[in-house]
């Protein structure tokens, strides 16, 4: 069975970090890129950040630029998203997905497969 699972959400005060894993079981992540997505109760999902299947591209939503950073490690079979001085705003379940394609993308449509998400909660 194909599967992605997200892990590292919880509940965090303003300011301060987590780091978000995706782990695929059932496939290699090897030549799959991965795209890390939001969404905020009564929102649409929206791109968070993206990585191409070599890990040479990287792509950012102007909303978290300069405070998450994105990566993988295929040996693990696991990507990453390192969160930095959080905000409230950054609350939502956090969902990464894969495709085959291998292209960074920040499109929800673009994606084969998908976790079930994280729940990530920041505190003023």
């Known amino acids: 069975q194909l599967q992605l699972v997200e892990s590292g959400g919880g509940l965090v005060q303003s300011g301060g970090s987590l780091r978000l894993s995706c782990a695929a079981s059932g496939f290699s992540l090897d030549g799959y890129a991965i795209g890390w997505f939001r969404q905020a109760p009564g929102k649409e999902r929206e791109g968070v950040s993206a990585?191409?299947?070599?890990?040479?591209?990287?792509t950012y939503a102007d909303s978290v630029k300069g405070r998450f950073t994105i990566s993988r490690d295929n040996a693990k079979n696991t990507a990453y998203l390192q969160m930095n001085s959080l905000i409230p705003e950054d609350t939502a379940v956090y969902y990464c997905?894969?495709?085959?394609?291998?292209?960074?993308?920040?499109?929800?449509?673009?994606?084969?497969?998908w976790g079930q998400g994280t729940q990530v909660t920041v505190s003023s």
């Open positions: 990585i191409s299947a070599s890990g040479g591209m990287t």
């Open positions: 997905a894969a495709d085959r394609r291998g292209i960074a993308v920040e499109l929800v449509t673009y994606y084969d497969f």
